[in-house]
């Protein structure tokens, strides 16, 4: 199945590489949609087709739903010890070491991501996280408990099932891997449906899958739109389960969807409006490169996003003028580019919707102090927005943009600084910067999101729990708390002696 050869075009000295899977995979296989439509992915570099991709809808999910219930139900994945899973999903992980560069150009064709990012985060992200939960695979035990002096009890944790995978397009070698290893782990067997705008890589990892031992009907691809393919996982009767990640808009329809068809459980982790909190204390210079980076990563396009930065009063007008300063030497353009710092937006809708919301954030009133315009001759670039003057109620410090836009505001006490940051319908993360510790306490005992990071921004690990907290969702993923959404916990009670009343 794999195309040999490349067609050798270079960027930057980065080898782009053919794209190779275009077709759904189901069961094992590559194939066409059902429909035989097909649709075009785009580089957000120029705004040019990239590749025309199978386009899945209902009877493809029947389909792939289909196979995940036989390899389920019947299959060999579920029944092999967690140490033989365990072996495969290395070798899966060892595979994609191997093709690594290859994925990584392929994140920065499809998403905009920077090449150097896309692999050294993105992958290796990717990778570690599957290694991780094939280290947890053999080590899932339930407990024993002695009831009474007749009766004991014991806990076994099975895997949910057949598991629907709806990802976005920000992360896309992330979400595949943070969702499909903790699945795999358990047991259980998915239909994974990647975002539209970025299926290319979840169709390699599928292939690259399979290579590596994972039976046919374990992992299924659909590529395909959100209110067709999308929407027929989340109201499928025979998925158990559907873990989300996208827009609080979705993330409600997926549950109702759940809740209207066969009362699937849902797992969403639905984006944030991330407070990042800098106390007077703070080095300035530290703190202005922890803000830049908290925002303006992978071009602002990240669910954990510092969008709100809150600096005291005392070193708020120094702040803002370095932040200035510094703002002048962040390079935006090609993300093949080692030099850049900020690719192009994922695509056009995204690129307007970021650019209305800045003349929306201009015309409430909020100072525009860098950026904030489009910029090239093509693709979807805009300069990174830095906004001061910022309210609380503006559009622009409530609404998750999704892009590289800042707001910084200015507060005077720590009670005051709490319940501002607090001050969102959000919950997914926050960022303190201070060095006393009385502080840091009280901020991460009081600020209601689900990850707090304390002089430092967006560090992550796959041993990290991860997921919000308000209308940021339900459900973690990373850590053993993902392995354990996977697992149904079943309880077993028997006597101990042969008790003749029983
Ligand atoms: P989205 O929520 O529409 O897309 C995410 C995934 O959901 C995609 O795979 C999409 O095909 C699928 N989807 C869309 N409609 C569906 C439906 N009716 N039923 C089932 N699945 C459906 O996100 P979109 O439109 O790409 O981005 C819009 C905004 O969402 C962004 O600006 C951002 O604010 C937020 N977002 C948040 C993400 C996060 O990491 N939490 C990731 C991507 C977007
Ligand atoms: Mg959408």
Redesign the pocket.
Known sequence: MEKEGNNGAAENGIKIPEIKFTQLFINGSFVDSVSGRCYETRDPRTGEVLASVAEGDKADVDLAVAAARQAFDHGKWPRMSGYERAEIMIRFADLIEQHRDELAALECLDAGKLFSMANIIDLETSIRTIRYYAGAADKIHGETLKMSRELQGYTLKEPIGVVGH??????PSI?FAIKVAPALAAGCTTVV?????TPLTALYYAYLAHKAGIPEGVINVVT????T???A??SHMDIDMVS????????R??ME?AAKSNLKPVSL????KSPLVIFDDADIDKAVDIARDATFFNNG???IAASRIFVQEGIYDQFVQRLAERMKSWVVGDPFDPRVQQGPQ?DK??YE?ILQYIEHGKREGATLLTGGKPCGKRGYYIEPAVFTDVKDDMLIAQ?????PVMSVMKFKTTEEAIERANNTRYG?AAGVITKDIDTVNRLTRSIRAGLIWVNCYFEMDADLSFGGFKI??FGKDSGLDALNKYMHVKSVVMPIYNTPWL
């Open positions: 709806i990802i976005p397009w920000n992360f979400m449906k990647p975002a539209e705008l395909g739109f959100g209110p393919a999308g929407a996982i989340a989300f990640t996208g827009s609080t808009a979705v993330g329809f997926v969807a982790e639905l984006g944030g396009e990240a669910c994922v809708v995204q919707k609404d998750e943009i999704f892009g997914l940021s969702g």
